[in-house]
Each structure stands twice: as structure tokens, then as C-alpha cells.
């Protein structure tokens, strides 16, 4: 059975950080493309990071880039979302996703395998 389960959101301050970890289970971890997404309330689903299966690549949103950092351990089939320096724009719910990793760069949010069930980020002071 497939699974991905987040944890480590939660409620952070301006400017604070929070580590996200996506867990995966039931597939090869290690042959798949792992990303992070989050839906704020009322927004559409943003791809915000995104790493290649054998971590040799990274992929940031503008909005995210020098203050997010993602990063997996294959041995530990698991993927980490390091978020620092946290805006209230950060608030959301984020997602990780995986998809099979055929060499040809990140795939659509809508091309993704597996997704997790979430977990909620909220920056607020």
C-alpha cells in the first residue's frame, strides 16, 4: 500500500522556520521525482519545490527560492522541506507528491503518482 505521510507543520512566526518530512512507503522511493506543493485557502495548488530521484537536481518557485530548502534521504524514504525565514503569504497547506522519475525533467502537478494528505502551515505572529 502506497503512502506518503507529511508532518511537521504548524503555527510559526514571521521570519521563523519550520522542517517539514514527507514519509513514503509502498513504492521505490529512490526511483521517483519527490515535490512539495501547497493550496492556500482560496488559492489554486502552487508547486513550490521539487527534487530528482537521486537528489542530483533541485527546483524552487520564485516565491520560495533562497529561503526553502529540499533535500531527501533515500536510505530513510523520506523527502524534507527546510522553510526558513517564514511570510504570512507561506501559510497554507503543503502537500508532497511523487512521481516515477523517467529523466525528462519535473513532471506536471497533475502527472504526480502519489500524494500525501497534507499538512498545515500557518506563519502568523
Known amino acids: 500500500q502506497v503512502q506518503l505521510v507529511e508532518s511537521g507543520g504548524g503555527l510559526a512566526q514571521p521570519g521563523g522556520s519550520l522542517r517539514l518530512s514527507c514519509a513514503a512507503s509502498?513504492?521505490?522511493?529512490?526511483?521517483?521525482?519527490m515535490s512539495w506543493a501547497r493550496q492556500a485557502p482560496g488559492k489554486g495548488l502552487e508547486w513550490v519545490s521539487g527534487?530528482?530521484?537521486?537528489?542530483?537536481?533541485?527546483y524552487y518557485a520564485d516565491s520560495v527560492k533562497g529561503r526553502f530548502t529540499i533535500s531527501r534521504d533515500n536510505a530513510k524514504n523520506t523527502v524534507y522541506l527546510q522553510m526558513n525565514s517564514l511570510k504570512p503569504e507561506d501559510t497554507a497547506l503543503y502537500y508532497c507528491?511523487?512521481?516515477?522519475?523517467?529523466?525528462?525533467?519535473?513532471?506536471?502537478?497533475?502527472?504526480?503518482?502519489?500524494w500525501g494528505q497534507g499538512t498545515q502551515v500557518t506563519v502568523s505572529s
Open positions: 507528491a511523487a512521481r516515477w522519475d523517467y529523466g525528462l525533467g519535473y513532471p506536471a502537478l497533475n502527472e504526480y503518482d502519489y
Open positions: 509502498g513504492f521505490t522511493f529512490s526511483s521517483y521525482v
Open positions: 527534487i530528482y530521484s537521486d537528489g542530483s537536481d533541485t
